[in-house]
């Protein structure tokens, strides 16, 4: 049956009202970036206004953002990596071998919050002497982007058929040899989705590094606070700086959001 009109007009108000609640912020920032600072103040200039690229200037070169761009870059895509690395193994190892209560550490690492464990770890790491270093990034990152991998790959393994990988144990191979040659080959779609989601989440990250990154290692969602000051606010600055983050986000997701949907949705109907 066609849906009736009423309900087609409701849809197309309902999703209109989502796109454009989505939208409109992300454009007044584009916007605001390109302003000066009285412009922004100026309500008579919120659509025709001078276009002006110094906010860009300002953050790209006074600000020193190419230093944090590399931080930001650095610290997402090794704690990736590394999460890939660890994390991989572990979740063939508790889908084939039926590890629950592993999976259930697993499961409570994703819901423990993360704040929870910024004091204890900046007691542990400062007697370290290992605050405001890369490595202490790193690894505060991977505690969201490591049980990410494990949960998504979890299911992705337990999605894909065991009888290929039985096959190969009879022809010889050990476990390992059949993950390595068989399991992840076929398991590209959802390492990628995994890899992708775990960059993204370790870009985006802001507490962690807040609090164990220091003035050559802060990342770019601890640098934008520079534009934040005790008696006024570099509103161009700050929304500069804001689009230097949020559009590289933008444009990976925009190019890879196909593969992570994929990715998801064949470890849900595989099998």
Do not use: C
Not at 132 to 146: A, R
Not at 181 to 187: E, Q, V
């Amino acid at each position: 049956m066609k849906p009736s009109l009423a309900y087609r007009v409701f849809r197309v108000v309902a999703l209109t009202v989502v796109v454009l609640s989505l939208v409109a912020p992300l454009v007044w920032m584009v916007a605001a970036s390109l302003k000066t600072n009285v412009d922004i103040y100026d309500s008579s200039k919120a659509l025709a206004f001078s276009p002006t690229l110094d906010n860009y200037g300002k953050v790209l070169q006074q600000a020193n953002y190419i230093q944090f761009i590399f931080n930001s870059f650095w610290v997402a895509f090794v704690a990736t990596v590394a999460s890939l690395i660890l994390g991989l193994p572990a979740a063939y190892s508790m889908s084939r071998f039926n590890m629950r209560k592993s999976a259930l550490v697993v499961l409570m690492a994703r819901i423990i919050p993360g704040v929870s464990l910024l004091v204890p770890w900046y007691y542990v790491f400062s007697n370290l002497r290992m605050v405001g270093g890369y490595e202490v990034l790193i690894i505060s990152h991977m505690f969201v982007s490591l049980p990410l991998v494990v949960y998504i790959m979890m299911g992705y393994f337990d999605s894909l058929p065991t009888e290929l990988e039985e096959a190969a144990l009879v022809d010889g191979l050990t476990h390992i040899g059949a993950f390595r040659r068989i399991t992840l080959p076929l398991s590209v779609p959802g390492i990628a989705t995994a890899g992708i989601l775990s960059f993204i989440f370790s870009w985006n990250n802001f507490m962690f590094a807040l609090v164990l990154s220091d003035a050559n290692t802060k990342t770019l969602p601890v640098a934008i606070f520079d534009f934040v000051g005790y008696a006024s606010i570099d509103w161009g600055g700050l929304m500069a700086a804001t689009t230097v983050v949020t559009l590289p986000i933008m444009v990976i997701a925009l190019f890879v959001q196909k593969y992570v949907v994929s990715g998801l949705t064949a470890g849900a109907t595989k099998g």
